[in-house]
């Protein structure tokens, strides 16, 4: 995607517009190779503050909590420190809430150490602390065992890290931990359970839920997303934004600051969703469920165009991958609908997020790892293909079935079968004699 329509894809274009006021602030400050990256470094913020938001997925049963992955992506130099300050404007109030949870750790770990022996200490404190950078598997298990000690429901961390060499330089063990935790922190209710020996340790059945924000170069992004991770699916709850197209010889980028009504704008959406979040009391709000029925039309409609295009390349990348990119980009979809305070004449902006976010985010995967993907799965490992192979394109407008066979052979593609078959269903092809295994185009 050219620097020139970088705020297009799919053939939708993304407007400042399309905004509630509270994201545009960050759009409007950004130079223009920065709008995308900002605004999804604070809808990844916010995200994280309206931890008590739910909404009903089309495809799903359970309510979602509005949980996304961003990656921020580019060269050593390109910018990727841009991040820092929009989190620490964004995050500022629940860090601060944060650092008097610590204070009141620090105090009971003081007391313990010069308490007597014979002397009985009080129970251990129950805090609630968010924000993470980097964090061993014990102590994220810990803290996310204190949220439902302390309020009975899970709440959601915001993990910012702004080198992810860090997150895999550390522990390895840990690392593989939080590897397999960072696949069900993506979905609530998926509960990560936790048994050791270790008196170290710390066991218990939680629900860890996290919206994070890596920034990271190419090669610290190849160790983190591995074979492995890419197998187990860790690829397909990301979503990836890259700052270093077309930066070769430009000058550093240079963000406009916040005039003081952005800064008002800003501070009052943090303090509507922390509101949201607490009571007076320091007890949870109740939840809240975002009415989104009027767009499930819009998500199935976008997710059929997939299908098809699934059906035509035989792609397993794009298959797998275009179900989640629906779901994030669903997920920030129900968030600014929800800051332009739920109103329906935002709806049709909201619909043209959705349609330009879930393009951006599959387009990012596929070109991320959709050949290494598909290669995983192709039957001749071997074959050397281009990325996303257009088999129902490259077939002839009438085909025989062994031509079709000999063509998936080539391309090293599932068996000639499988495609006839979904390509009927579809009514992508016709067979004029039952008896003759000839084919015909209905959709060219």
């Not at 924000?213 to 591995?226: D, K, M, V, W």
């Not at 430009?250 to 800064?263: G, K, L, S, V, Y």
């Not at 009438?398 to 269903?425: H, I, N």
């Amino acid at each position: 995607m050219t620097q020139k329509n970088k705020n297009q894809s799919g053939g939708v274009t993304l407007l400042a517009s399309d905004l509630p006021p509270a994201v545009r602030v960050f759009w409007d400050t950004a130079p223009e190779q920065f709008r995308i990256p900002a605004i999804l470094t604070s809808i990844a913020c916010y995200c994280a503050l309206a931890t008590r938001v739910r909404a009903k997925y089309v495809y799903d049963i359970e309510l979602h909590a509005l949980l996304v992955q961003l990656i921020v992506l580019g060269e050593p130099g390109s910018g990727k420190s841009f991040t820092r300050p929009i989190v620490k404007q964004l995050m500022r109030q629940l860090k601060l809430k944060d650092f008097e949870q610590k204070r009141i750790e620090q105090a009971y770990q003081e007391l313990k150490k010069t308490a007597s022996k014979n002397k009985q200490l009080p129970d251990e404190p129950l805090t609630a602390i968010r924000n993470l950078q980097t964090i061993t598997r014990a102590k994220l298990v810990k803290r996310a065992d204190m949220f439902i000690r302390k309020y009975g429901e899970p709440l959601a961390f915001f993990f910012f890290n702004e080198e992810l060499a860090t997150m895999t330089e550390s522990n390895k063990r840990a690392f593989a931990d939080l590897n397999t935790m960072d696949r069900l922190a993506f979905d609530l209710g998926a509960e990560f359970g936790s048994d050791s020996l270790s008196e170290a340790s710390y066991n218990a059945d939680v629900d860890i839920i996290y919206c994070s924000l890596f920034c990271g170069t190419q090669n610290a992004l190849n160790e983190y997303i591995n074979k492995r991770a890419i197998e187990g699916g860790n690829c397909t709850r990301k979503i990836v934004t890259r700052i270093d197209e077309e930066i070769l010889g430009e000058d550093a980028p240079r963000f406009r600051p916040q005039t003081a009504e952005e800064q008002g704008i800003v501070e009052g959406m943090v303090n509507q969703l922390m509101n949201e979040t607490y009571t007076d009391e320091e007890l949870l709000q109740p939840v809240h469920e975002v009415p989104m029925e009027w767009m499930e039309t819009t998500v199935k409609r976008w997710c059929q165009e997939q299908r098809m295009i699934v059906l035509k390349t035989g792609s397993r990348a794009h298959n797998c991958f275009y179900k989640r990119s629906s779901v994030s980009a669903w997920r920030m979809a129900v968030l600014l609908y929800h800051l332009w305070g739920e109103q329906e004449n935002a709806r049709a902006k909201v619909i043209r997020f959705y349609r330009f976010m879930a393009q951006y985010i599959l387009d990012g995967l596929l070109a991320q790892w959709g050949t290494r993907y598909d290669d995983m799965h192709r039957i001749d490992a071997e074959a050397n293909t281009p990325q996303r192979v257009t088999l129902f394109d490259q077939t002839p407008d009438e085909f025989s079935y062994d031509q079709l066979k000999e063509l998936c052979v080539k391309l090293g593609l599932a068996p000639a079968r499988s495609f006839l078959s979904k390509w009927k269903k579809a009514r992508l092809i016709s067979q004029p004699d039952p008896e003759v295994k000839r084919y015909v185009k209905v959709v060219k």
